[in-house]
């Protein structure tokens, strides 16, 4: 089980930084990513890391303001958000996939929390 949060409301330029934790197993062999998703829009991959966290991935809407990271002695996976923009409202999930490297495909993720509202006002 995943669970979100740390979400919020914040002004443009702001920062937030969000959580997932994981309980019922450990993810720490598991890739972890970040989608979002915005009012009548589809969810979208933000970032992913494998299990180590030396591989990463960024959406290039984010790269250079959203970093990406994992204590996975903590069973948990953050994302730093700086310089946050209108744009980047949406409610983010984490997930967890079992494959071994990333991916930035949904369908390939088989674990996923519940969502937590991010809103970037202008």
């Known amino acids: 089980?995943?669970?979100?949060?740390?979400?919020?409301?914040v002004q443009a330029g702001g920062s937030l930084r969000l959580s997932c934790a994981a309980s019922g197993r450990s993810f720490s062999s598991y890739v972890m990513g970040w989608f979002r998703q915005a009012p009548g829009k589809?969810?979208?991959?933000?970032?992913?890391?494998?299990?180590?966290?030396?591989?990463?991935y960024y959406a290039?809407?984010?790269?250079?303001?959203?970093?990406?990271?994992?204590?996975?002695?903590k069973n948990t996976v953050y994302l730093?958000?700086?310089?946050l923009k209108p744009e980047d409202t949406a409610v983010y999930y984490c997930a967890a996939s079992e494959r071994y490297s990333y991916s930035?495909?949904?369908?390939d993720y088989d674990y996923w929390g519940q969502g937590t509202q991010v809103t970037v006002s202008s």
């Open 42 to 56: 589809t969810r979208e991959i933000v970032s992913a890391s494998n299990w180590n966290g030396r591989s990463t």
């Open 60 to 73: 290039d809407s984010v790269k250079g303001r959203f970093t990406i990271s994992r204590d996975n002695a």
């Open 1 to 9: 089980q995943l669970q979100a949060f740390g979400g919020g409301l």
């Open 104 to 107: 930035t495909r949904r369908d």
């Open 80 to 83: 730093q958000m700086n310089n």
